[in-house]
Nanobody
Framework: QVQLVESGGGSVQAGGSLRISCSASGYTYCMGWFRQAPGKEREGVAAVGRDGWISYADSVKGRFTISTDNAKNTLSLQMNSLKPEDTAMYYC???????????????WGQGTQVTVSS
């Protein structure tokens, strides 16, 4: 069992930046971020594999950057040029394999709120 603990998040005005992080208690092949806005389905945001494979949702490409520290089992998401539509609960996920473009989650974090005001 791997536990994921997120940190960061908060509120920012449109155009601003935030960084969220996730600390994992153990090793997994891939990690990533999902988000869920009120009334919407959870969607993939970005993912990274131990082999360096990285993927992003089209809606965040060029604005968000995912990174890992494999030695520390930590994951971060730097979010720049934030838009109101980025407002959501962001969840850290970790798993053994990719499913499509994103890490297929075996484990979830508790979520951290990101709110972008116009």
């Amino acid at each position: 069992q791997v536990q994921l603990v997120e940190s960061g998040g908060g509120s920012v005005q449109a155009g601003g930046s935030l960084r969220i992080s996730c600390s994992a208690s153990g090793y997994t092949y891939c990690m990533g971020w999902f988000r869920q806005a009120p009334g919407k389905e959870r969607e993939g945001v970005a993912a990274v594999g131990r082999d360096g494979w990285i993927s992003y949702a089209d809606s965040v490409k060029g604005r968000f950057t995912i990174s890992t520290d494999n030695a520390k089992n930590t994951l971060s998401l730097q979010m720049n040029s934030l838009k109101p539509e980025d407002t959501a609960m962001y969840y850290c996920a970790a798993g053994r394999r990719f499913s499509g473009a994103y890490c297929d989650p075996d484990y979830w974090g508790q979520g951290t709120q990101v709110t972008v005001s116009s």
